[in-house]
């Protein structure tokens, strides 16, 4: 029944309750600048009443539970944002870079460069004898094909790094998913006997937060407090304790049949995941770019290439240099000696602009001039083709008589001649000699690869400025070839002939900087959505000093208040104690 000793019992439970309080309070102020802190407060309870004669007497105060407050939908929406910053970041840094790669505004541009190239030619119609000016030729070449190399080059730099940041983004991503089942199962356990799992949540929502920044994700809580995550596309990272101390890791970056690089792979399946199951975070910017962005810059720079290479070697086989050939062997070589030259399988790069025709051989032997037509069918074999050469122009297959063709290592297209005799070649309508690399111009076919032909880098003598005249015959100071090849950079020989190789430059470097600027308008609205909702969940969430002041306060006055009724009660039992003495 109530009584002071009743006052005591009252007291000592308003002393703990007050306590509890400014516990939470001081938590509070220690963590305003905790990023993630959600803002808790002691929710106090009265105890149960006890009944007496007189009616039901109050029992005092008890905690009932520490609360966080939070909204659950805005923590939802931040986790939206996050991955959407995540990803925009993450992309717009790397586009930068490959805009930087390309450096169209710079001084040595590819369509300074190219333009370069052709201006040199030009140049070259205008003096075609003159020694310096070839060498201006080839050193223009050097610097455009240097210029792609070192794009390539660069390309491939930066995808070693992409692959690393992808290597480096599932190595975190898994270990927070260990970090996330690992709080499940204290949060569970903890709320399971009653009481607040405040700080693991706390600590839950930064991870998932954490994990949202690197893959677009799926969350929800259930009934126990565990949350479950999925990727965007329904693969399972995290659900309950799982993945736990001897689980597999949810994903992995490995090899995979059918794949040149090494992919993101969720592991439940052997699933591997792209670009389409990818889609946000800093992963699947890196995807996005890698696989996309990346490899379209590659593409088209070996597509530019592949083009100019074609163009530039087909205009150049037509022509002749200052100086005949004794002895010349192609640069590209057949996949073998029995594949026909334009089947699928053949490693010629320039296979598929072979077309049925013709090409003329002119032989030069003490004076004499000799010319030779040779008829070329693409679906021949490189033995096939040097025999029909050999049929036309040289039945004996004596060097010393005629050119004869031969076939080096089987794969690569020989002519030789001996004592004293030199040939040239003239109106090839087949392709065969670009396709073999005869008399070209340029080596190689992709921006990795491209090169000056080693003859005209050892001569400049071997520049075909001019072409043969019907008589085969030479003609002093001819530029007619040259011409033709400065007029290479009006050909819309890009875009499936609608562009030019400047204009495809140009258009490639538009729609590049025309990305960027799209992903910094989604960046900087992704930036502000994700301002908003952090202002909306700091109304919330934030603790505010002027508040948690005004709580301190209140429950230390409470807390000075109940020690001052335990000692009233202890003067009146002291007094009731005299009475009795």
């Known amino acids: 029944m109530p009584g002071i000793y009743n006052m005591l019992d009252i007291s000592r439970w308003a002393l703990h309750a007050n306590t509890r309080a400014l516990d939470t309070v001081s938590h509070n102020v220690a963590n ?20 007496a004669s007189e009616g039901w007497y109050g029992n005092g105060v008890k905690v009932a539970n520490v609360i966080q407050h939070v909204d659950k939908l805005i923590q939802q929406q931040i986790t939206d944002k996050s991955t959407q910053m995540g990803y925009y970041d993450s992309r717009l840094s790397q586009l930068q870079r490959l805009e930087a790669l390309d450096n169209e505004a710079g001084d040595s541009s590819l369509g300074k460069s190219l333009t370069s190239f052709f201006n040199a030619w030009q140049q070259l119609s205008l003096n075609s004898e003159s020694t310096a000016v070839r060498q201006a030729v080839r050193e223009s070449a050097q610097n455009l094909a240097s210029r792609l190399n070192t794009i390539s080059q660069d390309l491939a730099q930066v995808k070693r ?31 399971a006997m009653g009481k607040a799992a405040n700080d693991f949540r706390d600590e839950r929502q930064r991870q998932i937060e954490d ?19 999925f990727t965007g596309q329904g693969a399972v990272l995290v659900q309950e304790n799982y993945p736990r101390s001897g689980d597999a890791d949810p994903l992995a970056f490995q090899e995979m049949t059918g794949y040149t690089d090494k992919q993101v792979v969720w592991t439940g399946t052997n699933q591997v995941l792209g670009t389409t199951q990818i889609t946000g975070g800093e992963l699947g910017a890196w995807l ?29 086989s037509q022509g002749t240099g200052q100086t005949k ?5 192609g640069t590209y070589k057949s996949v073998d000696y029995q594949t026909a030259l334009n089947a699928s399988t053949n490693t010629l790069p320039f296979k598929d602009q072979l077309q049925s025709g013709s090409l003329t051989v002119w032989v030069y032997e003490a004076g004499t001039r000799r010319s030779y037509t040779v008829n070329v069918d693409p679906n021949d074999h490189i033995t096939a083709v040097a025999q029909k050469i050999n049929a036309v122009i040289n039945p004996t297959l004596n060097a010393s008589l005629n050119p004869v063709a031969t076939v080096e290592n089987g794969q690569q297209l020989r002519f030789h001649a001996t004592g004293g005799i030199e040939f040239s070649f003239a109106n090839d309508t087949s392709g065969l000699l670009a396709a073999m690399g005869i008399n070209t111009f340029f080596d190689g076919y992709n921006a990795g690869n491209l090169g000056v032909n080693a003859l005209v880098q050892a001569d400049v003598a071997r520049i075909a400025a001019g072409r043969l005249l019907a008589s085969g015959e030479q003609a002093v100071g001819d530029n007619s070839n040259a011409l033709d090849l400065a007029d290479l950079k009006d050909l819309d020989a890009m875009a499936s002939g609608t562009q030019t190789f400047n204009e495809a430059v140009i258009s490639f470097a538009s729609s590049l900087g025309s990305d960027i600027a799209n992903t910094e308008d989604s960046q900087t609205f992704a930036q502000s959505a994700n301002t908003q909702l952090q202002n909306m969940r700091d109304q919330v969430s934030a603790v505010n000093l002027d508040e948690e002041m005004i709580k301190m306060i209140q429950y230390q006055r409470a807390y000075q208040s109940a020690a001052k009724m335990i000692s009233v009660a202890d003067e009146m039992l002291q007094t009731l104690l005299n009475t009795k003495r």
């Open 161 to 191: 790094d992409l692959n690393g940041y992808l290597g480096a983004g599932v190595t975190e991503i898994n270990q927070i998913c260990r970090r996330i089942a690992d709080l499940n199962s204290k949060i569970i356990s903890t709320e």
């Open 325 to 329: 050939f004794t002895d010349v062997t």
């Open 32 to 51: 305003v600048n905790t990023a993630g802190y959600s803002r808790q407060e002691t929710v106090l309870a009265t105890r149960g009443a006890q009944f």
């Open 211 to 229: 994990l949202s920044q690197k893959l677009n994700i799926q969350w929800f809580e259930d009934g126990k407090g565990s949350v479950s995550i």
């Open 288 to 316: 996005k770019v890698r696989d996309e962005d990346l490899q379209g810059m590659q593409d088209f720079m070996d597509e530019l290439t592949e083009n100019l290479v074609w163009e530039v070697n087909f205009q150049h």
